[in-house]
């Protein structure tokens, strides 16, 4: 039996997907790292993020955006991605999980 596609369903894969992308100068995914600041799924099942990166001038912006994008588009069930791209609030370390503070060394 397949399972029923829903708007929650698509919000538990989503978390899912974004805890397998890292930036690859940190070795913590980007969803612990705190950088997810939204996550919504709409009615026709469109999935629209806004993010931040640890720096505007991150190297790996793109890196980062393209596996998201790629790693979203296969969630099955999925009309389209949206990346949304912002820098307010600025990020900082406290936006962090407890457990990427601990794997990092910032408690």
């Not at 997810?36 to 912006?61: H, Q, S």
């Not at 820098?87 to 370390?93: A, D, H, I, L, V």
Request: glycine share 2%; proline share 5%; with cysteine.
């Amino acid at each position: 039996m397949a399972e029923e596609i829903t708007k929650y369903t698509i919000e538990e894969k989503t978390v899912e997907m974004l805890k397998t992308v890292f930036d690859p100068e940190i070795p913590v995914n980007v969803y612990d790292l705190g950088l997810i600041y939204k996550v919504e799924v709409t009615d026709e099942f469109d999935i629209n993020v806004d993010m931040t990166l640890t720096a505007p001038n991150c190297p790996a912006a793109d890196f980062i955006i393209e596996d998201i994008q790629q790693k979203l588009d296969s969630i099955h069930g999925v009309r389209q991605a949206n990346i949304n791209l912002v820098f307010e609030p600025e990020w900082n370390k406290d936006m962090m999980s407890e457990e990427a503070k601990l794997d990092l060394g910032f408690m």
